[in-house]
């Protein structure tokens, strides 16, 4: 049974710093895409990064580009998102999401597991 569980988030000031991780478990995670996704207030869940476990290939959202960093650690089975330069519109619940597939997807519908998801706050 697959499952991702997300830690890291919190409350910081706008330009300060989280690191999100994902720990993930239940198979070898060598073919899947790990997503980060997140969810403000009545607004639609959106795609902010991904990675391709098996070469690192990354993609982001613009707005998050130059600021926020996907990276994952094999002996861990855990994937980072380092965020920095935090401003109040990155406030939201921020999910951990893995699709089994080798072309990086930017729509929340393609991935099959998904975390708990874990609240970022950024103050003004």
């Known amino acids: 049974q697959v499952q991702l569980v997300e830690s890291g988030g919190g409350l910081v000031q706008a330009g300060g710093s989280l690191r999100l991780s994902c720990a993930a478990s239940?198979?070898?995670?060598?073919?899947?895409?790990m997503g980060w996704f997140r969810q403000a207030p009545g607004k639609e869940r959106e795609f902010v990064a991904a990675?391709?476990?098996?070469?690192?290939?990354?993609k982001y959202l613009d707005s998050v580009t130059g600021r926020f960093t996907i990276s994952r650690d094999n002996a861990k089975n855990t994937v980072y998102l380092q965020m920095d330069s935090l401003r109040p519109e990155d406030t939201a619940v921020y999910y951990c999401?893995?699709?089994?597939?080798?072309?990086?997807?930017?729509?929340?519908?393609?991935?099959?597991?998904w975390g708990q998801g874990t609240q970022v706050t950024v103050s003004s």
């Open positions: 990675i391709r476990w098996s070469d690192g290939s990354t």
């Open positions: 239940g198979r070898t995670f060598s073919n899947y895409v």
């Open positions: 999401a893995a699709d089994r597939a080798l072309v990086i997807q930017g729509a929340a519908w393609f991935y099959d597991y």
